[in-house]
Nanobody
Framework: QVQLVESGGGSVQPGGSLRLSCVVSGMTTDSVCMAWFRQAPGKKREERGG???????????DYADCVKDRFLISQDNAKNTVYLQMNRMKREDNAAYYCAAVVGVRWLLRSKWEYDRWGQGTQVTVSS
């Protein structure tokens, strides 16, 4: 059974950096698309927005416009971990961040409705 466990959340000042980690267990294929989504305070689960996406089998990535050139998604296959490096953070990055996965696909998927495995989330607070 695929399980995702996020860590690395915390508090940071505007302009600062954080790195989130998502450790994956139970994955037996690299035909997997993984992503980071975030849920802003007061928003419902259905309103989670995609932040970054990576296709594990080929390494292709994509980003939401609001984080392009600031965030970097990467994978370490030896550690079964996907990272989200967040730089030059802004107050609007304040949210709970969720790692998600969908297995058995062959390309990047960007819709949250496509993802059927989710972590428990990690809180990121951007405040001065």
């Amino acid at each position: 059974q695929v399980q995702l466990v996020e860590s690395g959340g915390g508090s940071v000042q505007p302009g600062g950096s954080l790195r989130l980690s998502c450790v994956v267990s139970g994955m037996t294929t690299d035909s997997v698309c993984m992503a980071w989504f975030r849920q802003a305070p007061g928003k419902k689960r259905e309103e989670r927005g995609g932040v970054a996406y990576i296709y594990i089998g080929g390494g292709s990535t994509d980003y939401a416009d609001c984080v392009k050139d600031r965030f970097l998604i990467s994978q370490d296959n030896a550690k079964n971990t996907v990272y989200l490096q967040m730089n030059r953070m802004k107050r609007e990055d304040n949210a709970a961040y969720y790692c998600a996965a969908v297995v058995g696909v062959r390309w990047l998927l960007r819709s949250k409705w496509e993802y059927d495995r989710w972590g428990q989330g990690t809180q990121v607070t951007v405040s001065s």
